[in-house]
């Protein structure tokens, strides 16, 4: 039962572009969310972090949105950078668990 | 800053050996994370102490499986015996106090490679 998922595994965007990663979650009772990014042979490394009283974020490049009646969420990065180029993340807790539930991933590679 | 170690960074042994794994959280941190993560489950949490107490051990696949933190600095996670199954990167990760809107924050994983 994956109750976050990003249905797609991979992603390529040209340098300067937006990146949009997407993520779906099933868990009505889930009220905090987090995006990570992995390197290769690293752990992961926390970006940015929305709660269910708001539908936007924003942290430099990174911003994240969050439609609760849709029960999704997205990652936008503007502009594309190379070294953006990692695995990303999405995360959520809730309902009084302090366990985090993980989303499969999304491999994002930024084109020079 | 020291970010979370973990130790060893790559283990590989033969089945039905013991192994463990270590984890030095990042100072002043009170809760601590083990998550393993393979190709068929993604990443997924073992168990969670907060006070070097664990609260929350269900994650935990098997009896083969245990973990301790004995003291604020300190976790190791245990496979006894191994299997060839148990083959996954194991991550710990450890958390500021302020509950669980504050981040958790990864060391680099333990590769472990049962034969």
């Known amino acids: 039962d994956q109750q976050v998922k990003q249905n797609s595994p991979s992603l390529s965007v040209q340098e300067g572009r937006i990146s949009i990663l997407n993520c779906d979650y099933t868990?009505?009772?889930?009220?905090?969310f987090l995006w990570y990014k992995k390197y290769p042979a690293e752990g992961p490394t926390f970006l940015i972090s929305?709660?269910?009283?708001?539908d936007k974020n924003e942290d430099g490049r990174f911003t994240v949105f969050l439609n609760k009646s849709a029960k999704h969420l997205s990652l936008h990065i503007v502009p594309s950078q190379p070294g953006d180029s990692a695995v990303y993340f999405c995360?959520?807790?809730?309902?009084?668990?302090?366990?985090?539930?993980f989303g499969t991933g999304t491999r994002l590679t930024i084109i020079p | 800053d020291a970010g979370v170690i973990q130790s060893p960074r790559h283990e590989v042994t033969e089945m039905g050996q013991e192994v463990t794994l270590r984890c030095k959280p990042i100072?002043?941190?009170?809760?601590l994370f083990w998550y393993r993560q393979t190709m068929m489950r993604g990443l997924e949490l073992l168990i969670y102490?907060?006070?070097?107490?664990?609260?929350?051990d269900s994650g935990m696949p098997e009896d083969r499986f245990s973990a301790k933190m004995p003291n604020a600095s300190f976790s190791t996670l245990k496979i006894q015996p191994s299997e060839p199954r148990d083959s996954a990167v194991y991550f710990c990760?450890?958390?500021?106090?302020?509950?669980?809107?504050?981040?958790?924050?990864f060391g680099d994983g333990t590769r472990l490679s049962i034969l």
């Open positions: 990760a450890s958390r500021p106090r302020g509950g669980r809107n504050q981040p958790q924050h």
């Open positions: 868990n009505s009772m889930f009220d905090y």
């Open positions: 929305i709660s269910s009283i708001k």
């Open positions: 995360a959520a807790s809730g309902g009084g668990n302090e366990k985090l539930t």
């Open positions: 100072s002043g941190h009170n809760s």
């Open positions: 102490f907060n006070n070097n107490v664990p609260i929350d």
